[in-house]
């Protein structure tokens, strides 16, 4: 996968995507609204089972519990926790449809430099042209055409 200006190219298809507030940098920290410019790897896939089926076999679904910690104070800094969880975090079962499909990059994981910026997802986007915190945001039906036929540890450029 290959993004740039605005379009996230796979699989011979080119799908509009966005990209973060704070838009591309080299130099990521947490909070910046910034999405990393570079090289990744998809490291997991994270499902809703009561909003869709599982879109491909290494697909992990999202329980009631299931959590990303983005405090640079916590010991397990950009990882999946659970609740209750006394660091700050971000609840990956959300009430609205954001978080329904989660492609994980390896961006600042398994071992996070502390501000250096947590979790970049690629998710759905809320709607087109609408900024993301730093993921990488497409269309429902895009993201899960991508997920069906992506493979684990595929490549994710940013440029």
Do not use: Q
């Not at 994980?104 to 709607?127: C, D, E, M, Q």
């Amino acid at each position: 996968m290959v993004v740039k200006g605005g379009r996230l190219r796979f699989a011979g298809r080119v799908f509009p995507c966005t990209v973060g507030r704070g838009g591309l940098t080299k130099r990521k920290a947490e909070g910046d609204g910034a999405t990393p410019i570079g090289v990744h790897n998809i490291t997991g896939m994270l499902y809703r089972p009561d909003r869709m089926a599982k879109p491909a076999n290494w697909a992990v679904p999202i329980g009631l519990r299931d959590l990303w910690s983005d405090d640079v104070t916590d010991p397990d800094y950009n990882m999946m926790v659970r609740a209750p969880h006394p660091f700050t975090h971000e609840r990956l079962r959300r009430a609205d449809p954001l978080y329904d499909l989660v492609l994980l990059t390896n961006w600042n994981w398994p071992y996070a430099v502390k501000g250096r910026g947590s979790a970049i997802f690629i998710h759905r986007w809320r709607r087109p042209g609408y900024p993301t915190e730093g993921c990488i945001g497409l269309h429902p039906a895009h993201l899960l055409w991508i997920a069906k036929r992506l493979k684990y540890r595929s490549l994710l450029i940013v440029r």
